[in-house]
């Protein structure tokens, strides 16, 4: 499964709830070979994802993960080296550089400037 085509379920999932078997279907359709079983791993751990009954849709969890609010506080429109965010961020929150790197690519308040360096849209 690639990161392509986890962003176009994720995507699918935004404009409304789908089955197992619907996201697994358009992974195939793009390219996966992973199986429905798998898919519905993938899904049940996926961040920002939830499960609702038989269907999954894309919470919008964002706007209550802490990790997002430190880097509000600490992040402003000059760009900041993830590294030196992770060791800013409080005590207790667990997250890489690369894991913010991603966050800062995919967050709407957020950009990535060159491969690890992250400032305010």
Do not use: Y
Not at 4 to 31: C, F, N
Not at 49 to 56: A, I, K, L, Y
Not at 58 to 72: E, G, Q
């Amino acid at each position: 499964m690639t990161p392509d085509i986890v962003s176009q379920l994720m995507d699918r999932m935004k404009a409304q709830p789908r089955t197992r078997s619907e996201l697994h279907r358009a992974a195939a359709a793009s390219g996966s070979g992973w199986s429905e079983d798998q898919v519905g791993l993938l899904l049940d751990v996926l961040p920002g994802v939830e499960r609702e009954g038989e269907s999954f849709a894309v919470s919008d969890s964002n706007s209550t993960d802490p990790v997002i609010f430190a880097l509000k506080d600490l992040v402003g429109p000059r760009p900041i080296p993830a590294t030196v965010l992770v060791r800013r961020l409080p005590r207790g929150l667990v997250v890489s550089p690369a894991q913010l790197c991603e966050l800062a690519r995919t967050h709407s308040d957020f950009e990535l400037v060159g491969s690890n360096r992250i400032k305010t849209k």
